[in-house]
């Protein structure tokens, strides 16, 4: 499969099985039940060096929590996530602290990710406090006030506070916090959405630039896929907790052949008005994660979708040109 | 150029109310300034002797009402003895004792909370129970502890004091720190590898001072009515010493015949107590960026 | 699509310009802007991040918090807004106007169910009060359903951090919609959305344009969304108004030398190109904004008077536009 | 929570108790002693010892002890060497008196301080904000003393509607109800206020406006509860606030309750009922603080208690 | 609850007695209210003549027996009519007899013990182990009141009968509710004059202030515990009025000579009695309407009122004088009291730092918590002045300055003082010969404050009461409040 991909080869990031359940409701009285929702079903994947890979999939699908349970904010149910061989999962003390400047997050809620008492130059440069102490107070700020430039704000946005910026401003502070330490690897959770098209691009430029310069790492979680696909070497493309294709950029865009990969690149709007698209809206009722449906999870709503797609579940299956997808008409001996 | 015709609305306040604050923050912070002031400088500028004892003069009103003496601002208590001379001395010592006391008490307080919300398990649960101990024991009860093992010293009293109510601060800043932790600010310093020191005293302290420090300044005339209390068991300040507490404590039998034995350093509490809230306030509103 | 069948005004701002005190040394963010919205139009606001979107926005149903500031007027069925009472605004907040936060994951109450505060709304529509056999729950669930959310019944008894971006988002939708507004102003709704949901929810919305009349100020950056769902489309920059006026003419041959910009930054689906195009320079804060055309210092065709004067606005058939230099029809903005 | 949760509060609750309990066993017998205050002062040294003895104070602390222990599992907490009677008995005639002060004070300083603090934020940095900020602290700052001889002076002696002291009638209750709301709403007023500062300018609200709330239902719905957490806190205190803050207002009114007992029993060394009253008081406290625990649950769906629980 | 024509008398006090039984303990807010529900033999009035109570007669036979002849018409509050088994019952076994009694032991304090003896149904015999100056003294005191035999036997535990004992006075126990109030009811059986009050209910207020704003707002018609500062308020309102002065209780400081070395000096105790200034205490503390006694002895002692000595008194030159010679320098001196054991006491405490000073004297307050602090033998260490009190609760000194400083006296028997002459005549003062006794008790005061003084008298105890000019009532001179026929009148 690797011989598609043209960077190095590295592995950087292996996900392997990983699965995480939320608790949603809480047992208040000791008689009463708990219950539990299935997120994640054994995801798989391996991000390699200096590579830009692409998470993309459904709104509510678990891209985020992927993302979250690979900075530790939500522990795992099982699976291991190994960074440079180092097993994440259950890391300690100094280790864990390294680990932290290696890998950055930058938040889906820029707002609720920001400390609405700190003015957000502070907020920017304080991980440099953190693993660097005090004393190039100067230095940090300088750097931070480079970066917030770097993402098309001033200085003078720097003394504000969270609530007294846009949406897009808040964002973009969120993703220079974070760029700001050099992490090896950076993880963005939809760091562009509230960017305006111009900004977008000067921010897409920013990361492909340092990607470039400084070899990082990105993993790219993101509902723009003419972005995912402009950025990312390689991209998943996650449904209702499962991967179910994933390719290097121009396999996928080119030539979906998961029916959801397909629908989500049908969809995307194109900005201008005299092309009248065919609108390939997906049909059916979107299942819930509590009562999966039996066999591919994507059956009810699939345009393609046969009798055997609700008795058994596809795997993840690599495929002869190297990538990989999990639909059962791409096997063979199942007759459509 | 652009007049300031306000957008907000009754939730969401306006600006006019934020410049009106200014004339009674100054007052107030006279009044702390003018206090400590007092406080330092007791011995220089009291009039009289404040232990003077002089029984030829008991009971004599203040200047202002009928049958006052002029060399008696405040006039004189039951044992003759001049009331401004021993409300200035009172301020030194209560003062001393209540601010000491209370920044020990909101550290060792806070502290211990912050400590419980982050460890939670067994460390929550033994915080909570020294939390649950100290809030049940009458507070006489641990003085009287104190008066069987040590002797009677102003450090030990001081100490005393820092530990009233410590219990409280350990509840509050555990309470809004459990819920302030579960926050995405809090959360997002975590993933940079902030140490929980860091995320306590940087991220949540601020995001949840404000009630610790309203318990601060409400925690003021507690202490201060603390010491008599303490002082009618043998603890801390003793007659003939004097502290606001007990002027007023040791006053209350006059409070019909010579009301002003009590109710002078009652009211001196009264506005020191209010000028605090008024300057908390003003420091938690220049505080809150929601407020810029 | 056209905007004839009805041209009756629902919303007029005049000349509106909003601050905040204390920020941005008193500057106004927003500088006298002039926007006209008819009745069951959908207007799309696109323009550079900070341009003033937003607090435009918050402006209109009086949410611009403690330090806000406005001048100018902002006519709701001939009524100004700004001047009305608080128990005016009150009851044309959510009824008769709605608004759909850009920010919906901090929007929502975080302690209380999503249901809950569902339901709330509900229950504030007065139709709705008058009619005993309705049951808000029920409502609540269809609504849920109608924005996609998937497992509606469930993810009524959860809370805004057990749901994902998008489905925050979709409750923030379906909380807005609750109050069946005439007005909608929907502040980049579907930012978080992935492309199929977005489809659903700008459908959603078309219908609802289409039954109810509902009348949709529509804030995007979504430049394909625009194309796709609006019938007027308004370019903002450094708090004004760049390029006003029907979709097709905007998107197709724009006139001002930042929308070109824009659409030259979109990087397209089909294409791949090593680096995107963007517009060079930085946005000018309110604070230090030139004295003529705020685009002035980043603009390629920028000529003397860009600088020094602003330009005044043009007006060509039914669309509008402030440049001294305006780009030439039939540029192709495709790169 | 589960089971283990529960097992967990209740031998911290075991634990506590026992705590407090031998913490005051050992305080009380060591820095005094009943004899002079049940024989007087001049006492004769075979009555002190018979006394003693009768009471069996004369034992080695550690046999006390043990004995006061195994009485107490057995649910024996002996008798109140002042009264004769059974310690519990004595605490128990008194309870009713301090439960119906309590309750009534309580709920009329919920509603008061709560309603004050809520103006006060509404109306924040307006003169009303500082005019209800005077009153409160003027009532919390000023000794109860004061404040209940002024009530007394004004409603007993100048205007003669009601009694200055004692107990028996409604009429009664008044005067120590007003004192203890007086002093005490400050509480719940400062904190609400600060607390709903905090909560007023969060985004929510205003989701809660542009859905077309008055303020009042945002300050009901939205506001209130969410400010709740300190306000719940001091719930957690208020009992062993109230019994304390109550002593002085006992003693004004001459209102028979439990803390005028209990200082009485202190300065006598009541042992046994000292224990009681404190007992009462842990219990309660520890009952409150755990529905408090709860109720953060409840007020704050994203704390739990118990981490580590998904 | 009141009817139109009831007369309840309500008495605002500080605190009320925890025991109503007499023999249960001796203090003062007991003496308060005893005799109002209990009765003795005889009763001494205030002219020093005697009384005939349950006694119809006695018969004193010699130094140490005596003989009381009973009425025949007294019933008891329980409708038991008296007779000598009351008698033998209450100075049984169960309440006063052997050490384990309950009674036993104030009994003893007070009076001694006795051996009673039923002569018949109306006729007790009594005889003391020793002889007895005072023994027919004796029986006017509470401990000797007589309880109705069949109800004391009924009762179920002296816990319960304590507080509601059943006596033959003209009031019974009604209710009692501790820490809050005490009614006594009139007694409609009793055998004397009629009691002049339906009811009367004795309402703790444990404060001085609220105590007298009750009394002005009508809620009491008698409070107790007034300190002459608060008169005017009380004066200056229609229809109040104020009453009391000093009673039969000495107020004293005493010296622990054992415990502290500088206080071994007699030189350096005599100081301290010299700088007192007892008149400016009672001229400005108690505005003069106490007493400054003549010594620890009181003036209705009779022919044992000691007239022509001198006491000590006022005198700071001597005090200096006396402390040069000793030697003294500045050493310490503590002085334990407590906060409000006796009216005053820390003003008290103050003041006499403050005259001890003028002379030279360093003497440090430290306040204590409780008596067990003060005043027993593991607390002595440091000791130097402490707090008393002492009543003369018969008119001899034998029951004042000899019980105090004789060799069963406390401080004796602590070891805080000790004085062989002072023992020697206590031998002589318990005996019989009036002369004799006279010259003894004279020795006492002098060696008691002139030569090796274990202390000295401050001044006389006033008791003050404030009330509603509805009632009549004049106080006793001693801690009894007596509400008996004659004694009080309550207009409506
Ligand atoms: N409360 C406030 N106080 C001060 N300045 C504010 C406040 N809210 C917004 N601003 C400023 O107003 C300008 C416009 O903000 P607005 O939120 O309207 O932008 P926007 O066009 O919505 O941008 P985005 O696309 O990023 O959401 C920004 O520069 C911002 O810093
Ligand atoms: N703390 C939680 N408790 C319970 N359920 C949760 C929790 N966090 C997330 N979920 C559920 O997990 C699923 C995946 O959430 P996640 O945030 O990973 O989605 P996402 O792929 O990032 O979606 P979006 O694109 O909308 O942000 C959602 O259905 C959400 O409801
Ligand atoms: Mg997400
Ligand atoms: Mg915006």
Redesign the interface.
Known sequence: MDTVIDIKTEEMLKVENLTKKFLIKKQKMPWQKKKYVHVLNGINFTINEGEAFGLVGESGCGKSTTAKVIMDIYSPTTGSIKYNSTELTGLKGKEKKAIRKDIQYVFQDPMGALNPRIAVIEQIYEPLIIHYGRKGHKEYYKKAVDLLESVGMKEAHGKMYPHQLSGGQRQRVVLARAMILEPEMLICDEPISALDVSIQAQVVNLLMKIREEKGITLLFISHDLSMVRHLCDRTVVMYMGNIVEFADRETLFNNPLHPYTKSLINAIPIPDPRIKREETILEGEIPSLLHPPSGCRFHPRCPIAMPECSIREPELKILPDGRQAACLALEEGVKS | M??????????????K??Q??TL?VLFAAIWIVAMLIIGTLAPVIAPYDY???N??S??IPPVWMEGGDSSYFFGTD???RDILSRLFYSIRLSLLVAILGTVICAVLGTTLGFIASHF??VV??FI??L???Q???????LA??V???FENSMILFIGIMGIYGW??YA??AR??A??AE????A?????????PV?IYL??IL??VG??L???M??N??KVI?METSL????LGI???NTSLGNM???G???????WWM??IP?IT??V???SM??VG?WV??K?????? | MSTDQNDELLLEIKNLSVGFNGSHKGMPVVRGINLEVRTGEILGIVGESGSGKSVTCFSIIRLLGERGWTEGEVLFDGENLLESSENEIVSVRGKEIAMIFQDAQSSLNPVQSVGRQLVEALELRKDLANNSSVDYKNEAVKLLGEVGIPDPERRMKEFPHQLSGGQNQRVMIAIMLAGNPRLLIADEPTTALDVTIQAQILRLLKKLRKERNMTIILVTHDLGVVAETCDRAAVMYGGRIMEYGPVEEVLVSPRHPYTFGLLSSKPRIDKRSEKLYTIEGVVPSPEKLPKGCPFSERCLYVVGSCRDNSPPLTNEGSRHYFCFNPIEEGTIWTQ | MNSAYIIRKVLRAILTVWMVTTFVFLILRLSGDPTVSVLGLEASPEAVEAFRAKWGLDKPISVQYFDFISNAIKGDLGPSILEGRSALKAVLSRLPNTLILMVITTSLTFIVGISLGLLASLYHNTNKDRFIMVIAVAGYSMPTFVVGILLVLLFSVKLGWLPSGGSGTWAHFILPVLTMTLVESAVFARFTRSAMLEVLYQPYIKTALAKGLSWWQIVRRHALPNASIPIVTIMGFWIGLIIAGAVITESIFGWPGIGRLLVYSVKHRDYNVVQVIVMFISCSMIFTNLMVDILYGFLDPRVSIERGEE | KETVNEKVLRVGVSDNPRFLDPTANSDNVMGRVLKNIHETFIELAADGTIIPRLAESWNQIDDRTIEFTLRKDVVSHAGFPLDADDVMVSFGEGRTASPGDPGYDTLKQYTGLFEVEKIDKYTVKFTKAEPDALLLLRFTYDTTSIMCGDSFKARKSWEEWMVKPVGFGSYYVDEYRPDEYMVFKKFADYYGKEAPLDEIRYIVIPEMAPRIMGLLSDDYDIITEVSPDQFSTIENRKGFAVSGGPINNVRLIIYDEVASPVLKDARVRLALNYSIDRELINNTIFKGLSEIPNGVQMKNFGEMYIGEYKAVGFNPEKAKQLLKDAGYNGEEISYRYMVDYYTGEVATAQILQQMWSDVGLNVKLELKENWDQIETDEAAEGRGIINWSATAIFADPLTQIARLYGPAGFFQVHNMWNNDDINAQFEILSGTDPVARRKAAKRMLEISEDEDPPGTYLYLLPQFYGRSEKVTWEPSGSHFMDFRAGAVELSD
Not at chain 2, 187 to 195: E, H, L, P, Q
Not at chain 2, 252 to 258: H, K, P, S, V
């Open positions: 652009y007049n300031n015709k306000t957008n907000g609305n009754r939730i969401m306040v306006t600006q109310r934020i009106g604050n009674l232990q003077q004892i029984l030829n008991r009971l039951d044992l003759g939670r398990g929550d649960d909570m129970m939390v649950d101990f809030a049940s024991l009458p507070f006489m009860i009287l502890a008066i069987a093992f219990e409280r509840r509050f309470g809004l459990l819920s579960e926050q995405g600010y959360v997002a310093v975590r993933t940079f590898g902030a140490s860091r940087r991220h601020p995001n404000n009630t420090l309203v318990n300044t409400m003021f005339p009515m002082s009618f068991l043998g003793q007659p003939p007023v404590g040791f209350r039998d006059y409070i019909l015949a010579a009590a109710i009652a509490i009264f020191t107590t209010l809230s008024i306030d938690r509103d505080l809150d960026p929601a407020l810029k």
